[in-house]
C-alpha cells in the first residue's frame, strides 16, 4: 500500500553533508511512520531516525545526534535525511521504511512492512 523511493547517496570527505530523499506514496499524513536505517558491511541494520511522515515528534539514534535532522516536505510526501559533520563510520547503506502507526521499537527493522532500495553513503577520511 505504502511506495517508497530513496535518492541522494554519494561518495564525500569526512567533515561533509549529504541530504537523502525518501518520497513516499500512498500515505496518510497522521498515520504513515518512516524511518530511516543503515547497515554497514559486518554489522546489523541499525535505525537512524524516525518520524510520522506529516510531521510530529523525530527520533534520532544516539551516534547521530546533533549531526543528522529530518526535514519534511508535505507538498509533497517527501522525507530528507539532512546528514551533517559526515564521518567514516556512517558510509552504509541507508534505507527508508514504513509502517502504520508510531512504535516504541522505532529502532527495529522487523516493526516496518515497506522498504525502499537502498542507496549507498560513503565517507572518506
Known amino acids: 500500500q505504502v511506495q517508497l523511493v530513496e535518492s541522494g547517496g554519494g561518495s564525500v570527505q569526512a567533515g561533509g553533508s549529504l541530504r537523502l530523499a525518501c518520497a513516499v506514496y500512498?500515505?496518510?499524513?497522521?498515520?504513515?511512520?518512516v524511518g530511516w536505517f543503515r547497515q554497514a558491511p559486518g554489522k546489523e541494520r541499525e535505525g537512524v531516525a524516525a518520524s510520522y511522515l506529516g510531521g510530529g515528534d523525530t527520533y534520532y539514534a544516539d551516534s547521530v545526534k546533533g549531526r543528522f535532522t529530518i526535514v519534511q516536505d508535505n507538498a509533497k510526501n517527501v522525507m530528507y535525511l539532512q546528514m551533517n559533520s559526515l564521518k567514516p563510520e556512517d558510509t552504509a547503506m541507508y534505507y527508508c521504511?514504513?509502517?502504520?502507526?508510531?512504535?516504541?521499537?522505532?529502532?527495529?527493522?522487523?516493526?516496518?512492512?515497506?522498504w525502499g532500495q537502498g542507496t549507498q553513503v560513503t565517507v572518506s577520511s
Open positions: 521504511a514504513a509502517r502504520f502507526g508510531y512504535t516504541v521499537r522505532w529502532q527495529y527493522a522487523d516493526q516496518y512492512m515497506y
Open positions: 500512498g500515505s496518510t499524513y497522521g498515520t504513515a511512520y
